[in-house]
T-cell receptor, first 111, second 114 residues
Framework: DGGITQSPKYLFRKEGQNVTLSCEQN?????MYWYRQDPGQGLRLIYYSQIVNDFQKGDIAEGYSVSREKKESFPLTVTSAQKNPTAFYLCASSGINYGYTFGSGTRLTIV | GNSVTQMEGPVTLSEEAFLTINCTYTATGYPSLFWYVQYPGEGLQLLLKATKADDKGSNKGFEATYRKETTSFHLEKGSVQVSDSAVYFCALSDQDAGTYKYIFGTGTRLKVLA
């Protein structure tokens, strides 16, 4: 079955460490996205990519970095520059006929 | 810029009650409209969509009609169940922008009591 996989589901890191969240899709979608969700809040766009080797900043890109070396993969790195990284992170992809498909999310906790 | 406004939650209903969650939008061009649902600890799932004015999207007993004259896309269900308890997000995609990027509302939490 086609889908989008985020791993791990839960992630704990010490303050000051960089951490990379994985997102893989086998839907052959061109576009991929990273969103952050805080408790009781909506979705805020971090980065998005519409094509391999290209990506754009979203609304809250500071303290995050991404790469898009393969169509299937769009990893997100949360750097030590991100002041408040504890949150639920959602990856999504979409194809030419639009319609987002979301992963099941990664809950990152900084301890 | 484009935006989506949803009614604030939480919305608390008894089982078998009628549900309405309001959504209005501001957009240039001719957006497609969507409702997504998020169950606790999970990602968002597409619930229904409408791609042009007067279209009605429907799925699992939920319905929403694309009203261009009132710029609205309200979600309705005639009889809610406890299993419908979730957060519901309204979203739009502006096709004229040539991008796949969506704009989401802030979400409305629904709690259905047995």
């Amino acid at each position: 079955d086609g889908g989008i996989t985020q791993s791990p589901k839960y992630l704990f890191r010490k303050e000051g460490q960089n951490v990379t969240l994985s997102c893989e899709q086998n839907l052959n979608h061109d576009a991929m996205y990273w969103y952050r969700q805080d408790p009781g809040q909506g979705l805020r766009l971090i980065y998005y990519s519409q094509i391999v080797n290209d990506f754009q900043k979203g609304d809250i890109a500071e303290g995050y970095s991404v790469s898009r070396e393969k169509k299937e993969s769009f990893p997100l790195t949360v750097t030590s520059a991100q002041k408040n990284p504890t949150a639920f992170y959602l990856c999504a992809s979409s194809g030419i006929n639009y319609g987002y498909t979301f992963g099941s999310g990664t809950r990152l906790t900084i301890v | 810029g484009n935006s989506v406004t949803q009614m604030e939650g939480p919305v608390t209903l008894s089982e078998e009650a009628f549900l309405t969650i309001n959504c209005t939008y501001t957009a240039t061009g001719y957006p497609s409209l969507f409702w997504y649902v998020q169950y606790p600890g999970e990602g968002l799932q597409l619930l229904l969509k409408a791609t042009k004015a007067d279209d009605k999207g429907s799925n699992k007993g939920f319905e929403a009609t694309y009203r261009k004259e009132t710029t609205s896309f309200h979600l309705e269900k005639g009889s809610v169940q406890v299993s419908d308890s979730a957060v519901y997000f309204c979203a739009l995609s502006d096709q004229d922008a040539g991008t796949y990027k969506y704009i989401f509302g802030t979400g409305t939490r629904l709690k259905v009591l047995a």
